[in-house]
């Protein structure tokens, strides 16, 4: 039978089927053919044997087509790869228009991580509702003009949930956001019952307290279906070991223009005939955009 890895937890793995969820181990033969950590996830596609009415057996591991991962440490101080979530058709980054306050630099931040694992993001400018709907647009105007999907929404005045709705069908979705911006008021108002760790978990590893994680995704009663995954998210994979000379691709408004530099290895800083900073200056590349550029590459 094929099925979706629902949850990974100390070996075994729940997996959705035709016949219900069955609880699978790994095949010894895949365990062998692949030493790592991650030779099944969730999200992942598998091909199962019963072996008894709610127990399986996992035969074989379908190909990612997507995956979100973490830069994890490896052996003699090289780093690993370590995928969290498999066939991830999107991520949600939810912000709160107010309260708390919309930072513009976070919402850079996270739009790094995403763009360097090359998926699909989904902007969910929330709590409308405290700021009216024009001061909203203002706010996100810039992102949306170098191509990003905003949707605008308000768990408290329903405005917006129809269009959420809609996203999430169908897809696998990871969601992410800080602590109250309203993730499990979204997706309460999605489907009621739904309710993700997510902030939670991150707010526990902020506090620095060693908290295993059982990452999760959850099935939507939605038209074709869907999946929300229920994992720390962005914030774990945060910007340990990301490669500096690839964060300019990761603004993606700056890829146009990045051939236009004089030298290869620019860092778009200092150097003379930079492509970006003459962007900058013709005004085709927002001022605020290049700041919070070179504000995350000096941290890098
Ligand atoms: N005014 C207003 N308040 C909202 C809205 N959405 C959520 N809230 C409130 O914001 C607070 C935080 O919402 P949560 O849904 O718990 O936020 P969260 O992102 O899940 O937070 P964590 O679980 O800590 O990560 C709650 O008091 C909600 O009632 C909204 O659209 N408008
Ligand atoms: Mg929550
Ligand atoms: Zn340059």
């Not at 890895?5 to 793995?13: D, E, I």
Request: glycine share 8%.
């Amino acid at each position: 039978m094929r099925g979706t890895v629902l949850r990974a937890q100390s070996g075994f793995f729940w997996v959705q089927t035709e016949a219900g969820v069955l609880e699978c181990k790994l095949r010894g033969r895949l365990k062998k053919e692949r030493q790592s950590s991650d030779i099944a996830v969730i999200g992942d596609e598998v091909e199962v044997t019963r072996v008894s009415p709610r127990e399986g057996a996992i035969e074989a591991v379908s190909p990612r087509r997507t995956r979100l991962s973490r830069r994890a440490a490896g052996s003699r101080g090289l780093w690993k790869e370590d995928v969290l979530v498999a066939n991830v058709d999107q991520v949600l980054l939810v912000f709160a228009c107010a309260n708390p306050p919309f930072t513009p630099r976070m919402l850079d931040r996270y739009l790094a991580i995403v763009e360097l694992s090359n998926l699909p993001t989904l902007i969910v400018a929330n709590k409308t509702d405290l700021v009216g709907d024009d001061q909203a647009h203002a706010m996100f105007a810039a992102y949306e003009r170098i191509g990003y999907e905003v949707i605008y929404t308000s768990p408290k005045t329903g405005a917006g949930i129809a269009s959420l709705r809609d996203h999430l069908a169908g897809r696998i979705s990871v969601v992410t956001g800080k602590s109250g911006v309203g993730k499990s008021s979204l997706l309460n108002a999605v489907q009621p019952g739904l309710s993700l760790a997510t902030g939670d978990v991150s707010a526990t590893l902020n506090k620095g307290r060693h908290t295993t994680t059982v990452a999760e995704l959850h099935p939507l009663s939605l038209p074709g279906g869907g999946y929300v995954a229920d994992t720390p998210g962005i914030r774990e994979i945060g910007l340990w070991r990301f490669p500096a000379e690839e964060l300019a691709w990761c603004y993606r408004e700056f890829r146009p223009v990045l051939d236009a530099c004089y030298f290869a290895s620019c860092t778009h800083t200092h150097e003379p005939e930079c492509g970006v900073r003459a962007a900058v200056e013709r005004g085709e590349i927002s001022a605020e955009r290049y700041e919070s550029y070179v504000k995350l590459l000096a941290e890098l």
